[in-house]
């Protein structure tokens, strides 16, 4: 294993074998370095640490087309996962076709469990969401985070587009961390975020400059894309994400994929996309 130049020009070891993505202090210092490195660097190092047990997690926005760019460009393979959690917008679904053309990488579709879906519609209803935050929390419980997580459990460490200036929720995003998804029944897992602290204007810059699809959505005015009953365009001075799940008054604006330390944020509500 060779050892890893951080943006500062300082050496830093990899992880030992022994780490496999548990939260050690070794674990924990690779990471403090790689918080200086560029996105191209952490990429690098994660292809490296985990070749063979890396997820890129991408919902086909912005972000996560630009990771796959990084990470084709660097040579690497890892697997590529979305979710299909039933109520996507046709555009997505498009978007998928194009993502594999362009890549050559196949996506692979994680679905719901069926009986579960099936279970929560008979109960609440198909657009039980609209009705509380509960509801809202549960059908996004449903759809997406346990999906999410039973995927995970063969990897060692997955990697997506988040970026701190996508909300207040994620402003402390780290670019390495243990994974708040992880559950009892998987081994340590990390969560990597090597765009952590790109600009929204780099991640276009990046799109426009590599030519890369992008979801069809943004230019209809969308600024940040889900489900299609969950998602609307934004208004004039509206936040990036205000068009999630705008009915909620104070809704976090997150649907639990990305929970930090058991909570979504100042505005919360434990459920988190
Ligand atoms: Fe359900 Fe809406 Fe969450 Fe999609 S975004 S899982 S439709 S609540």
Redesign the pocket.
């Known amino acids: 294993m060779t050892s890893w130049r951080g943006a500062a020009g300082t050496a830093v070891e990899p992880p030992p074998a022994a780490w496999d993505g548990a939260w050690t202090e070794e674990g924990a210092a690779a990471a403090g370095a790689l918080e200086s490195a560029t996105a191209e660097e952490v990429v690098a190092w994660a292809l490296e640490r985990f070749a063979g047990r890396l997820a890129l997690v991408t919902s086909l926005q912005a972000g996560g087309i630009v990771l796959l760019d990084l990470v084709r460009r660097l040579g690497g393979e890892p697997r590529v996962l979305t979710l299909d959690?039933g109520?996507l917008p046709a555009e997505t679904y498009d978007l998928v076709e194009r993502v594999r053309e362009h890549f050559g990488v196949e996506v692979e579709m994680i679905s719901p469990r069926a009986a579960d879906v099936e279970r929560m519609v008979a109960r609440g209803g198909p657009n039980l969401?609209y009705r509380s935050p509960e509801a809202?929390s549960e059908?996004?419980r449903v759809?997406?985070v346990e999906p999410l997580r039973r995927a995970l459990r063969p990897f060692a460490a997955w990697m997506g587009g988040l970026r701190r200036g996508q909300s207040e929720a994620r402003a402390a995003t780290p670019k390495v961390a243990p994974d708040p998804l992880d559950d009892a029944s998987a081994a340590p897992r990390l969560k990597i975020s090597p765009l952590a602290d790109w600009s929204e204007a780099q991640v276009w810059e990046h799109v426009r400059r590599r030519r890369l699809p992008y979801h069809p959505l943004y230019d209809r005015g969308y600024l940040s894309i889900?489900?299609a009953?969950?998602t609307r365009p934004a208004r004039p001075l509206e936040h990036p994400r205000d068009g999630r799940w705008w009915w909620e008054a104070d809704g976090g604006r997150e649907?639990g994929l990305h929970v930090l330390n058991g909570h979504d944020g100042p505005h919360g509500n434990g459920s988190g996309?």
């Open positions: 959690t109520r969401f809202r059908c996004c759809r997406k889900g489900c009953p969950c649907c996309s």
